[in-house]
């Protein structure tokens, strides 16, 4: 289910042709490619044009929930006795208890918070919002808020697209200045541009997406990708 094990996944390269739009095989180190069926049917819908701002949010809702289980699959476990009601199990498995906060970049990292916290209810959220100056694209911060103990936990920083990496970059030095140890980017579509900043700055941060794209525009958008993510999640074009 989880790239870089190609091979294992009965779709690998299935979006390979000649004309080929992602770059699947290349996938870089340290991107972990979440290829699931039912997230790339999904995605594909979500890429539409034609999809409504309805449809579209309830996609990414979907697949949002269906990441928490991928970036999570890493939990530590202990074991702790219970009683059912047939007999007593002396080591069943629990979560050891370590602390997730999912941090949004605003405004389109809203849009996975719902279905990440369906599947985390106890998970605390953050938000970062930022913005892109038109001219530069260069990540400007308006607003920073995040649980004080934010040191103590895995911080799960989202946003469905990593475009220039310019945002992810900057949200990620904020969190470093306040103390969070433990970061993974989760986003939808992630751009080569993107992840080579990101990886620039931050190698150790693990990214998680569903598809990374063949390039970015002159306008900092990704190719093919699926237009502006906060303006189809919010219908404010
Ligand atoms: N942000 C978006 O919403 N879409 C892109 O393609 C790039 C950045």
Request: proline share 7%; net charge positive; glycine share 6%.
């Amino acid at each position: 289910m989880c790239l870089p094990v190609l091979p294992s996944s009965p779709n690998a390269g299935l979006a390979m042709g000649s004309d080929s739009w992602q770059i699947l095989p290349m996938t870089p180190k340290n991107v972990i490619l979440i290829d699931h069926p039912l997230i790339q049917h999904k995605l594909t819908l979500m890429r539409k044009k034609q999809t409504s701002v309805a449809k579209f949010r309830r996609l990414l809702r979907e697949i949002a929930m269906l990441l928490a289980y991928e970036v999570t699959r890493d939990l530590k476990l202990t074991h702790v006795k219970i009683e059912t009601p047939i007999m007593t199990i002396p080591h069943a498995p629990v979560l050891e208890g370590k602390k997730i906060v999912v941090v949004s970049i605003l405004r389109a990292g809203q849009g996975f918070l719902d279905g990440m916290l369906q599947l985390i209810p106890s998970a605390r959220v953050g938000h970062i919002g930022l913005y892109r100056d038109p001219k530069t694209l260069v990540a400007v911060e308006y607003y920073f808020k995040v649980p004080k103990d934010i040191q103590k936990r895995d911080c799960l920083l989202v946003d469905p697209m990593l475009a220039t990496g310019n945002s992810a970059v900057a949200a990620v030095d904020r969190l470093k200045e306040v103390g969070c140890k433990s970061i993974k980017f989760v986003c939808l579509l992630a751009a080569p541009e993107g992840i080579a900043r990101l990886h620039e700055e931050h190698p150790e941060v693990p990214i998680y997406t569903t598809a990374v794209d063949k390039k970015l525009n002159d306008h900092g958008y990704i190719v093919p990708g699926l237009g502006d993510a906060g303006d189809r999640l919010f219908g404010t074009k």
